[in-house]
């Protein structure tokens, strides 16, 4: 499984965006689809992630800000971002996990190549 983010840019603090995350290869609606996200000089974390079945789940540091969805017919993770602030500033990554829900890197499959958000204050 290949996966492709975009969607990244500046964007200043209040405002919005999408990024996306399509998958080539595979069968795209096996994964637990989910995004992590590595600041400056910080390791990288969990933000967010959706089951096969739509089933959802936020790190509290976005939640309530931060909507992830995805396309099984499109191959296409989703996450809507809004009310962001400076602290969101980061490289974003998609992944794929064959096993459940995790906010642990090591059970990711495959990972896409980053995408970066900056939120100007």
């Known amino acids: 499984v290949q996966l492709q983010a975009s969607g990244g840019g500046m964007v200043q603090a209040g405002g919005s965006l999408r990024l996306s995350c399509e998958a080539s290869?595979?069968?795209?609606?096996?994964?637990?689809m989910e995004w992590f996200r590595q600041a400056p000089g910080s390791e990288r974390e969990f933000v967010a992630a959706?089951?096969?079945?739509?089933?959802?789940y936020y790190a509290d540091s976005v939640k309530g800000r931060f909507t992830v969805s995805r396309d099984n017919g499109k191959k296409t993770v989703y996450v809507q971002m809004t009310s962001l602030k400076p602290v969101d500033t980061a490289v974003y990554f998609c992944?794929?996990?064959?096993?459940?829900?995790?906010?642990?890197?090591?059970?990711?499959?495959?990972w896409g190549k980053g995408t970066l958000v900056t939120v100007s204050s």
């Open positions: 992944a794929a996990t064959a096993a459940g829900i995790s906010t642990a890197e090591g059970p990711m499959n495959y």
């Open positions: 290869g595979g069968t795209f609606s096996n994964y637990v």
């Open positions: 959706i089951s096969q079945s739509g089933y959802t």
